[in-house]
T-cell receptor, first 114, second 114 residues
Framework: AQSVAQPEDQVNVAEGNPLTVKCTYSVSGNPYLFWYVQYPNRGLQFLLKYITGDNLVKGSYGFEAEFNKSQTSFHLKKPSALVSDSALYFCAVRVYNQGGKLIFGQGTELSVKP | SQTIHQWPATLVQPVGSPLSLECTVEGTSNPNLYWYRQAAGRGLQLLFYSIGIDQISSEVPQNLSASRPQDRQFILSSKKLLLSDSGFYLC?????????????FGPGTRLTVT
């Protein structure tokens, strides 16, 4: 069965410091992996995806993610956090051959303090 | 460009009353469509997905139903609401037959059942 795990419910970072939001996955076959961000009372916004190719994927708002096949991980990173990055972050994996379904992790609340 | 609309934005309904939430997509054709529920501001639960008109799959047994009367219209309904139906309902779309494409989310409907 395919699954996604976000081991941290909350991540606290000081503004200007690097941030990492962790995600591990379990899939059969090649993984299609996604990161989304959600601000309070809003829909999810797409940040970036890994389909194939370079293991380091660059996305919106200065975020990037590193795909690691041996560790089955897809961690979200940013070199210098902003207070405005504070939000709920979701990792997701595509379910093979089921209408484009995604399986989402439980989400990680990122809090960036000034 | 493509846009996705949901209405209403907020809704307060008594237990036992009917429900109808609407989602429409503009600027694309033949999309995959999805309904999610987000409870307590965290995890996303996929309720229904559709790969075409009259092709709807239900992910969890419950008192909700979905219909797709037109290619770009997706409706979530209930005949009698339960307290447990309260939550944030999100509609999303993706490009059909291309698993590499991300899902795009609407702004959501906040439903409170009293």
């Amino acid at each position: 069965a395919q699954s996604v795990a976000q081991p941290e419910d909350q991540v606290n970072v000081a503004e200007g410091n690097p941030l990492t939001v962790k995600c591990t996955y379990s899939v059969s076959g090649n993984p299609y992996l996604f990161w989304y961000v959600q601000y309070p009372n809003r829909g999810l916004q797409f940040l970036l995806k890994y389909i194939t190719g370079d293991n380091l994927v660059k996305g919106s708002y200065g975020f990037e993610a590193e795909f690691n096949k041996s560790q089955t991980s897809f961690h979200l990173k940013k070199p210098s956090a902003l207070v405005s990055d504070s939000a709920l972050y979701f990792c997701a994996v595509r379910v093979y051959n089921q209408g484009g379904k995604l399986i989402f992790g439980q989400g990680t609340e990122l809090s960036v303090k000034p | 460009s493509q846009t996705i609309h949901q209405w209403p934005a907020t809704l307060v309904q008594p237990v036992g009353s009917p429900l109808s939430l609407e989602c429409t997509v503009e600027g694309t054709s033949n999309p995959n469509l999805y309904w999610y529920r987000q409870a307590a501001g965290r995890g996303l639960q996929l309720l229904f997905y559709s790969i075409g008109i009259d092709q709807i799959s239900s992910e969890v047994p419950q008192n909700l139903s979905a219909s797709r009367p037109q290619d770009r219209q997706f409706i979530l309904s209930s005949k009698k609401l339960l307290l447990s139906d309260s939550g944030f309902y999100l509609c999303a779309w993706s490009v059909r037959r291309d698993p590499s494409y991300e899902q795009y989310f609407g702004p959501g409907t906040r439903l409170t059942v009293t």
